[in-house]
């Protein structure tokens, strides 16, 4: 799919073939679905245009549905949902379009794993995630269902699965994100607003998500999934 390239693209030139045998850490997000400890930053597919101009089309059908509704209850009419009414058929759009966007985020997810199981690390790291958790943060709640967070994993258990990787997860507490990578000296406070991770110690300045998925690279306690 043409899209991917557009998501991809920060990643391409980073790429190195030559560490076939390294771990690999992943780190998942909102702002950029995956990245790993090798500076492969997989964006989030919702920012790009197509995505966004289905979504706008998706309201707009659903819009149309709801605006026929208002009219026929003002009518005092009953409900038509026959074959063939142009309700029927507004439903029926609606559906198409759902149908689209999942079709599109499940080739998404599907292709960010070909990638990385392409280049077979000798395990690969990822973080248990407190889904339930985070959806309870209202303005978070809609971009994580998104996301697919879930499916993914299930899609790189299969392939790590399929490929003979070993498949690590680290707990939920592990601090991914407050260690520095460098020193392993962890910071007492991080605000989701500091993009770049700063160690005072050690003066190291990296990014804040490729930090974490270095993190979760090296964390030593893990659980192997099957
Ligand atoms: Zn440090």
């Known amino acids: 799919m043409f899209l991917f390239s557009t998501v991809y693209e920060k990643t391409r030139k980073k790429y190195k073939a030559n560490c076939h045998s390294d771990g690999m850490g992943i780190d998942l997000g909102i702002k950029d679905f995956a990245i790993t400890n090798r500076e492969q930053v997989f964006g989030n597919i919702h920012k790009t245009s197509i995505i966004k101009r289905t979504e706008k089309r998706l309201k707009r059908v659903q819009r149309a549905l709801s605006r026929k509704y208002e009219f026929q209850k003002k009518r005092g009419e009953k409900p038509a949902t026959k074959k063939g009414s142009n309700i029927a058929k507004n439903i029926l759009q609606i559906q198409k379009v759902h149908q689209r966007l999942a079709r599109m985020r499940d080739a998404y997810r599907a292709w960010v794993v070909s990638v990385i199981a392409k280049i077979k690390p000798a395990f690969i790291t990822i973080e248990k995630l407190n889904v339930q958790g985070m959806k309870k943060n209202r303005h978070l709640s809609k971009s994580i269902s998104d996301q697919g967070f879930y499916d993914f994993k299930q899609k790189l258990r299969n392939a790590c699965r399929k490929m003979g990787i070993e ?60």
């Open 167 to 226: 498949l690590r997860e680290v707990a939920m507490y592990y601090p991914s994100s407050k260690l520095c990578s460098h020193c392993g000296i962890k910071k007492v406070k991080l605000s989701l607003s500091e993009r770049v991770f700063q160690c005072e110690h050690c003066r190291q300045s990296i990014d804040r998500d490729h930090n974490a998925a270095i993190n979760l690279m090296q964390a030593s306690e893990y659980v192997l999934l099957p």
